[in-house]
């Protein structure tokens, strides 16, 4: 069963469509939302294992230009 997180993520103001842009390519990333609120953009992530998810996170996402913060909220049932 896959592992599936949302990603909150509060990114730069000059550069909040860039990092939608760059987010949408990460592999894993299955939906990138603008949304308003104490966070920029909300990112839904599907891996098969959890240590993907830390990876996609630490090598992928984190290192994206542009984002400040992110706060990551694991799914534990559907």
Do not use: H, W
């Not at 299955?30 to 839904?44: A, L, Q, R, S």
């Amino acid at each position: 069963m896959a592992v599936k997180a949302y990603v909150l993520v509060t990114a730069d103001t000059a550069k909040t469509k860039e990092v939608v842009v760059k987010l949408g390519k990460v592999k894993g990333v299955k939906e990138v939302t603008e949304v308003m609120g104490p966070y920029d953009i909300v990112v839904e992530l599907e891996a098969s294992e959890f240590d993907q998810i830390t990876d996609i996170l630490r090598k992928e996402i984190r290192p994206i230009d542009g984002i400040r913060n992110t706060l990551t909220c694991v799914a534990m049932r559907r």
